[in-house]
T-cell receptor
Framework: AQKVTQAQTEISVVEKEDVTLDCVYE???????LFWYKQPPSGELVFLIR??????QNEISGRYSWNFQKSTSSFNFTITASQVVDSAVYFC????????????FGAGTTVTVRA | DADVTQTPRNRITKTGKRIMLECSQT?????MYWYRQDPGLGLRLIYY???????NKGEISDGYSVSRQAQAKFSLSLESAIPNQTALYFC?????????FGPGTRLTVL
């Protein structure tokens, strides 16, 4: 069963626009972790953030922000004032107790930022 | 130096050939993983190891085998490669906060 759903396959924006990536997860555990990774065109996977299920505070890091809402099982990611360097595939992932805390990845969202 | 290295980085092979992908880490982590990435499917777990004596199948282990030679080394083998194993393969280790991924191996099976 799909545990992490990233409904947006591709998003294309013009530089300086904001872009929000949706992530919906499914788990019956009370303790779990949510992640976002970035995969630029060079192919490596870059860790962006980890959130545990007991911390619903939103987080901001520079132009990146994350909105965690347990009520809707969502962990959305917003890039503010996008730049060409933000062009990448972004993956959301879930780690939970019932899966031995292994990562379950969403299918990814490809973001293209046009100059 | 990179914490997680993979060799080779690129490989083209023919159907039926045996292929080994190697992964080494310098982070001292016990847990290691092999994933494959296909367009539109994200990363899927092939095998994982929680320590040197522990090997487990992931969701797509058919056609693959692994060897954990030491804490630092975890190899993935394709005993008889087939075209639908063409993919990007990632090795990862697990620390306290996240998994650390290698740079990936792009494998093409003709």
């Amino acid at each position: 069963a799909q545990k992490v759903t990233q409904a947006q396959t591709e998003i294309s924006v013009v530089e300086k626009e904001d872009v929000t990536l949706d992530c919906v997860y499914e788990t019956r555990d009370t303790t779990y972790y949510l992640f976002w990774y970035k995969q630029p065109p060079s192919g490596e996977l870059v860790f962006l953030i980890r959130r545990n299920s007991f911390d619903e505070q939103n987080e901001i890091s520079g132009r990146y922000s994350w909105n965690f809402q347990k009520s809707t099982s969502s962990f959305n990611f917003t890039i503010t004032a996008s730049q060409v360097v933000d062009s990448a595939v972004y993956f959301c992932a879930l780690s939970d107790f019932s899966n031995d805390y292994k990562l379950s990845f969403g299918a990814g969202t490809t973001v293209t930022v046009r100059a | 130096d990179a914490d997680v290295t993979q060799t080779p980085r690129n490989r083209i092979t023919k159907t039926g050939k045996r292929i080994m992908l190697e992964c080494s880490q310098t982070k001292g982590h016990d847990r290691m993983y092999w994933y494959r990435q296909d367009p539109g499917l994200g990363l899927r777990l092939i095998y994982y190891s929680f320590d040197v004596k522990d090997i487990n199948k992931g969701e797509i282990s058919d056609g693959y085998s692994v060897s954990r030679q030491a804490q630092a080394k975890f190899s993935l083998s394709l005993e008889s490669a087939i075209p639908n194993q063409t993919a990007l393969y990632f090795c990862a280790t697990e620390g306290t906060d996240t998994q650390y991924f290698g740079p990936g191996t792009r494998l093409t099976v003709l």
